[in-house]
């Protein structure tokens, strides 16, 4: 009896352990992606008062994540294990369509006159292909309104433009 409650205590810690590495390499894929534009908008919000807000969003986009932990905790562990052949790997595909999208569109980006608002666009392009790929659909659909949130990095006298 104690060597089953060893071995799920194993299990457990090896779901956190997986789940940790699963959310780091999000957060250092998109950091790594993206941080020349987020240090320009950051350092621009805090020089000018009309892209002060972007301040915030970090702290927001935390918040609503803290907001949906129980869900995410009970979504995530979910497989595809029930799902038909055919369609077990589709959001793993639509994941890695949303992520080559969004690598698309930050290196045409690169290429014009506004590099930063294609830039700030794609990322949440990019963190909802992460997620796909990483998790799955029901994860997606419980993060989508923060990370939808993220489009808010864009500076505002920008956003006239799109």
């Known amino acids: 009896m104690e060597k089953i409650g060893r071995i799920s205590r194993l299990r457990i810690r090896q779901s956190h352990v997986a789940l940790t590495v699963k959310i780091a390499a ?16 950051f350092n ?12 915030a969003i970090p702290i927001i986009f935390t918040y609503l994540i803290y907001r949906k932990r129980k869900m995410l905790r009970a979504v995530t562990p979910l497989e595809t294990q029930g ?15 949303l992520s080559t999208t969004a690598i ?26 992460l997620t796909l790929i990483l998790f799955n659909p029901q994860t997606l659909r419980q993060v989508a ?18």
């Open 104 to 129: 698309l569109l930050y290196w045409y980006g690169s290429y014009t006159f506004t590099p930063l608002e294609y830039h700030m666009s794609a990322l949440p392009i990019f963190a909802a292909g």
């Open 26 to 41: 999000i957060t250092l894929a998109t950091l790594v992606l993206f941080s020349q534009d987020l240090a320009i908008i």
């Open 145 to 162: 309104f923060p990370i939808a949130f993220l489009i808010l990095l864009t500076p505002a006298f920008s956003m006239v433009y799109l």
């Open 83 to 97: 799902q038909p052949k055919e369609t077990k790997h589709l959001p793993t595909i639509a994941g890695i369509l």
């Open 44 to 55: 621009d919000a805090l020089r000018s008062e009309t892209t002060s807000h972007i301040l």
